[in-house]
């Protein structure tokens, strides 16, 4: 993956060609930023993937989102979730910036998610799965996964993306989206529910589940 051309760890040497001394508060700031968040720019750059469905958006913006994050990093509280925090960044930058834009942008998070990173999701249902409707819904393919989960509303989406892809937690979720921990847990349940029903669909159609309920 082409990577931004930023490069966040440059330091100027001083004129004696030793190390600077005396740094002043803003170099404590950047070698946090360098050891909390870079690490977590190939992270960025899937999630943006996903938003944006182009690679060049996708750098675009991760480094608009790496900006406003260093910009706002001197207020950052050392022990806060701060992949949560630059995904909450990333989603409001995508909002305002990047969403309008997008012809279809209900199918850009559907890309690259595999059946196996959503096959939990119906042991998460508060309903549960048969186990003959388990073993249909992994016999789907990827595309059948994804564009089921493209068939979501969005709001459902998201919340399914981020619990079921990333692995976050209702907390984080509820930080990113900024919305209730209650409306995250209610979103993901019917969201959860409405994926199932709709790959229950399609494994019926391609015969799946009944075979597997006739094993």
Request: glycine share 6%.
């Amino acid at each position: 993956m082409r990577r931004s051309s930023i490069q966040w760890n440059q330091q100027p040497d001083n004129l004696f060609g030793g190390p600077v001394m005396d740094s002043p508060p803003e170099d404590t700031v950047l070698q946090r930023f360098e050891r909390d968040v870079l690490p977590l720019l190939d992270q960025l750059y899937r999630a943006a993937r996903r938003y944006t469905g182009s690679v060049a958006d996708a750098e675009d913006l991760v480094q608009e989102t790496m900006v406003k994050a260093y910009g706002g990093f001197h207020r950052f509280e050392d022990g806060t979730n701060v992949r949560a925090w630059l995904l909450r960044i990333m989603t409001n930058t995508w909002i305002k910036s990047y969403r309008r834009a997008q012809c279809r942008p209900e199918e850009v998070l559907s890309e690259d998610i595999t059946d196996a990173q959503l096959a939990g999701h119906g042991r998460h249902s508060s309903t549960g799965l048969p186990s003959a409707e388990l073993a249909a819904l992994e016999a789907l393919g990827d595309d059948e996964v994804r564009d089921a989960l493209g068939r979501l509303r969005e709001d459902q989406r998201l919340v399914v993306y981020y619990a079921d892809v990333e692995g976050l937690r209702y907390k984080e979720i509820a930080l990113i989206l900024d919305i209730p921990v209650g409306t995250v847990m209610s979103r993901l349940h019917r969201g959860r529910r409405a994926l199932r029903s709709l790959l229950v669909d399609v494994a019926t159609a391609r015969g799946y589940l009944r075979d597997a309920a006739a094993a």
